[in-house]
């Protein structure tokens, strides 16, 4: 039989060195020829001696295994009559082989994906902290359960997300232009003209769901709550937002 020229690269092991001789002969990793992929293999551990290579022992003790295996697949079979449970007791010597290179093989694809993550991570650039100790009181603390600039952003871009499902089904053609301070207007007469005991819900703010009319109260909104005109509040992260004027 021809020997297989194989490239003397770092292999992790010997586990490392069969799945690549099993790839290189296309061989079936369930059914693997003893004989040739042995005899493969004790071809590259002559080349690493031939070469000074230095040679683990996990290599030497995987060369015994592997002939200890091939000299059992070689023994003659004497045709005997059985008990059905001595059937059990029969297993493929390369059984225990074939099961630990599965394994090898799932843990190195883990690996190599790991591997891809991380290149991919140091593509990007991360920028240190930065020290905004000088601006603490600058910043007035928010009210117990008032919601952040992107507490609002994420309710309006859900919004946005849900506008075909939330659009009503029967509807009047009217026009779509809606001004910021028309809504600044609307939204403050509806929130001081409402109970500020138990707020106004956020929802209740849109009519159509254009996009034209989610975006222009969402800025009002904003306006609103920068000026100190309406407070924003949520109980909980699963819990409507709802709005209250400020009383100051």
């Not at 079979?77 to 394994?103: M, N, T």
């Not at 994420?154 to 506008?163: K, Q, V």
Request: hydrophobic share 40%; proline share 3%.
């Amino acid at each position: 039989m021809k020997e297989l020229n194989v490239k003397l690269e770092i292999f992790e092991g010997p586990l490392d060195l069969l799945l690549h001789l099993i790839k290189t002969l296309e061989i079936d990793i369930y059914d693997i020829p003893i004989s040739e992929i042995t005899e493969q293999y004790m071809y590259y551990i002559r080349s690493m001696k031939e070469l000074d290579l230095e040679l683990a022992g996990e290599y030497i003790v995987m060369a015994a295994t592997l002939m200890s295996i091939k000299s059992k697949t070689l023994l003659p079979k004497v045709e005997v009559e059985l008990l059905e449970s001595d059937y059990e007791d029969e297993i493929d010597p390369r059984e225990q082989l074939v099961a630990q290179l599965l394994e090898y093989r799932k843990f190195k694809y883990a690996a190599s994906i790991l591997k891809e993550k991380e290149i991919e991570r140091g593509k990007f650039y991360t920028k240190e902290a930065t020290n905004l100790d000088e601006y603490k009181d600058l910043v007035a603390p928010l009210a117990p359960n008032e919601v952040t600039t992107i507490d609002l952003f994420l309710a309006f871009s859900d919004i946005l997300n849900r506008r075909k499902d939330l659009e009503p089904m029967e509807t009047t053609i009217v026009s779509e232009e809606f001004s910021i301070d028309d809504k600044i207007d609307e939204i403050m007469n509806r929130v001081f003209s409402n109970d500020n005991a138990n707020g106004l819900h956020f929802t209740s703010l849109f009519y159509v769901y254009t996009r034209n009319e989610i975006v222009t109260t969402f800025m009002a909104l904003l306006e609103l709550i920068k000026s100190g005109e309406i407070i924003a509040k949520q109980k909980s992260a699963i819990e409507p937002i709802v709005l209250f004027r400020n009383i100051k």
